[in-house]
């Protein structure tokens, strides 16, 4: 980081010198995408400081195992904030070699490949984990880094600027990075539970993986794991965590381990999602968007239209095919919802980013 910055992070004592530093921040990486930022009031980010909870919208979404999640998504000022602050988080930490979630060059497929090949598998999820992440938690961190030590105020303000409410919020840019500078420590201790045990160890946020030649291994294991995770602040999501064995789906962060029964180990997309993705394509050839959205439950909540909502899911749901496995079947995908998009009048292709666009005319004018 630039020393000017530094000086600004070791000795900033007001918001002046926040408001400087943040500016410079949002300034670094609006030019690195290539646009140019507004520049922040130092009355809009005191408003921020003394009331966070102005600046979040609260919902709630499925959850894959059933239930909802409560999402506290900032507003896109305090986005901005946070998305700037990013940078400065990646820069304090240093990944260990088992940490996969929002590390650079490292993902989903990474972090399930570490456990081709093995017998057993042992998913554990950590309770709670970003409200568990508390705000002391963060300000300490800041204050104490290994790299870089922040003054008691910036320490403060920062830690004050990414939290609601005590802890990490589900739903702020800044959240999965932050977790990674408060779980050094836990990773490294379950890396060494993990060598204990001849298991291998991988984290993706708070995705946990074990896996081991037996089911023995990961059966001596699982105790200690959870000791360690409540020694570390956290607790284990008891309804979440399973072991399973060859004679079963085993599953890392979503993916599909396979192939080993033939010699030939792989990482791929379960087939119900492959399924889904047919069926979405399929309604809409059919039957038309609006019909398709409907039939796939996209109901317009959140204020974004079903139709769009929909093709925003299936976007996502194929580049996420492609990324994984890129097989001939999945090609076909994108062909046809690059066909379908021409037909309904969009101007785009199936890589376009349509976060941006608020309803299907404005979709249809990129």
Not at 67 to 79: E, Q, S
Not at 165 to 187: C, E, F, I, K, Y
Not at 218 to 245: C, H, V, W, Y
Request: glycine share 6%.
């Amino acid at each position: 980081m630039e020393e000017h910055l530094s000086t600004h992070l070791r000795t900033g004592q007001d918001v002046q010198t926040l408001t400087r530093f943040l500016n410079a921040m949002l300034l670094r990486r609006a030019e690195k995408d290539g646009w140019t930022p507004w520049r922040w009031q130092e009355r809009q980010i005191d408003a921020m400081l003394t009331d966070p909870s102005w600046f979040y919208r609260s919902f709630t979404i499925p959850k894959k195992s059933g239930g909802l999640r409560h999402i506290d998504a900032p507003k896109r000022t305090l986005k901005l904030v946070q998305w700037a602050l990013v940078p400065l988080f990646s820069e304090m930490f240093t990944p260990s070699s088992q940490v996969y979630g929002f590390v650079k060059g490292r993902g989903i497929v990474d972090n399930a490949s570490v456990h081709l090949g093995q017998s057993a598998v042992l998913n554990v999820d950590i309770q709670g984990f970003f409200p568990s992440v508390s705000r002391a938690r963060i300000e300490a961190i800041l204050k104490d880094g290994p790299v870089l030590r922040l003054s008691e105020y910036m320490a403060r303000s920062i830690a004050r600027l990414c939290t609601l409410h005590g802890g990490l919020p589900q739903g702020s840019p800044a959240s999965a990075v932050l977790t990674n500078l408060v779980t050094v420590r836990l990773d490294a201790r379950l890396a060494g539970l993990a060598e204990q045990f001849g298991c291998r160890y991988s984290r993706y946020v708070d995705d946990i993986t074990l896996s081991a030649s037996s089911r023995a291994a990961l059966d001596r294991a699982l105790p200690k794991l959870e000791m360690i995770l409540l020694s570390e602040g956290f607790a284990l999501n008891t309804n979440k965590t399973r072991i399973q064995t060859l004679s079963m789906r085993r599953e890392v962060t979503g993916l599909v381990l396979s192939g080993e029964r033939i010699g030939v180990p792989a990482v791929n997309v379960p087939r119900p999602y492959r399924r889904q993705v047919r069926a979405m394509l399929h309604h809409w050839r059919k039957h038309g968007i609006s019909e398709a959205a409907a039939r796939n439950g996209f109901d317009g909540d959140h204020g974004v239209r079903p139709d769009l909502a929909f093709v925003r899911q299936l976007q996502g749901r194929i580049a996420h095919l492609r990324h994984v496995n890129p097989t001939p079947e999945v090609e076909r995908f994108y062909t046809d919802l690059s066909d379908l998009l021409v037909s309904e009048g969009f101007r785009t292709s199936p890589d376009t980013d349509l976060e941006c666009c608020v309803d299907l005319e404005s979709a249809k004018a990129i």
